[in-house]
């Protein structure tokens, strides 16, 4: 904890304390007095006192809130007298809210019966005892411990049940108020968490967009490649075709025009048998150019029997080739 936060705490406290210290002058004019003892006094100043308890973090600087309280004694009483029995009586008040109250806060029948019997004690063990033990010291009474005590706890029951009703009702308000708090913070937190897990979740597919636009990107730079490779290919195609349509078969329609007339004008039968066989095969690879460029020209695929035909063809044709031999 730095040191900025203590000192906003610490004057939070002292805030605090001299808030509730003026209260309890204020309430300190409802003023009952005590029979038997002029000198002496009863009010409401004690309910401002208890309730600091609740908000005050740090004990210590209920001793101011205490002094203010004291400083409207009269003059027939004494100052002293009054801070020690309100000191003696909220340090143990204090102490008994933490270490006992808070522990059942979240029980209303408890918390009740805890306020009722801490504030009892207050009274009965802390604020009558100091305050009649302090005065026979000071020699402001003279009357026999028992005998007052007796006296003044009578003389405070109304200041006794108006100050238990009140802090009681208050007290079991505040634990659950803290109660509401902790709840909102612990729901404030579960939000924070799950908008957490929000932020984390949207930057987890902003990063599987990215990586899936990285991947389209790509695979348009592989499609645009392939497509470029095709078309590049098939202009190879294309002039092949035309090489294969136009140039190669203008050399070999000039064999088979050879061929047939050197057939026709020849009187040799062997020679016109093996013109008529060379005049065959110029036909048939004259097809099978023809085939060819005009599956070239058409973009299309060879079939498997095509394919198988073409095969057969370019056989025959070397078969002839051998015989000719």
Request: include cysteine; charge should be negative.
């Amino acid at each position: 904890m730095n040191k900025n936060l203590l000192k906003n705490e610490h004057l939070r406290d002292v805030t605090l304390s001299v808030i509730f210290g003026l209260l309890s002058t204020l309430l300190g004019l409802v003023k009952f007095n005590i029979p038997g003892f002029t000198a002496a006094i009863s009010s409401l100043n004690e309910i401002p006192l208890l309730i600091s308890v609740l908000y005050v973090g740090n004990p210590f600087y209920l001793i101011i809130a205490v002094v203010i309280s004291a400083l409207p004694t009269p003059e027939q009483g004494s100052i002293y007298s009054t801070i020690l029995m309100h000191a003696g009586g909220l340090a143990f008040f204090g102490a008994f809210y933490h270490l006992v109250i808070k522990q059942y806060s979240g029980y209303l029948i408890k918390t009740i019966a805890l306020c009722v019997l801490g504030i009892s004690i207050y009274y009965a063990a802390f604020l009558v005892p100091i305050f009649i033990i302090t005065n026979q010291l000071l020699g402001l009474n003279e009357t026999p411990f028992i005998p007052f005590y007796i006296e003044l706890s009578q003389s405070l029951h109304f200041e006794f049940i108006t100050s238990l009703l009140v802090v009681t009702l208050f007290m079991v308000q505040f634990n659950y108020s803290k109660k509401l708090k902790k709840y909102s913070t612990g729901l404030e937190g579960i939000v924070k968490e799950r908008t957490e897990e929000l932020r984390t979740t949207v930057e987890e597919l902003n990063r599987s967009n990215q990586e899936l636009t990285s991947l389209n990107d790509g695979l348009d730079l592989m499609v645009k490649n392939r497509t470029a490779e095709l078309e590049e290919r098939n202009y190879q195609l294309t002039e092949y075709a035309f090489i294969n349509s136009h140039l190669l078969r203008a050399p070999l329609a000039r064999v088979l025009g050879l061929t047939d007339l050197i057939r026709m004008e020849s009187t040799d039968p062997k020679t016109k048998d093996l013109m008529e066989k060379l005049f065959n095969s110029c036909e048939e690879l004259d097809e099978i150019i023809k085939l060819m460029s005009n599956q070239l020209s058409d973009g299309s695929i060879l079939s498997s029997n095509q394919k198988e035909e073409l095969k057969n063809r370019i056989n025959e044709i070397i078969a002839q080739r051998d015989n000719l031999n």
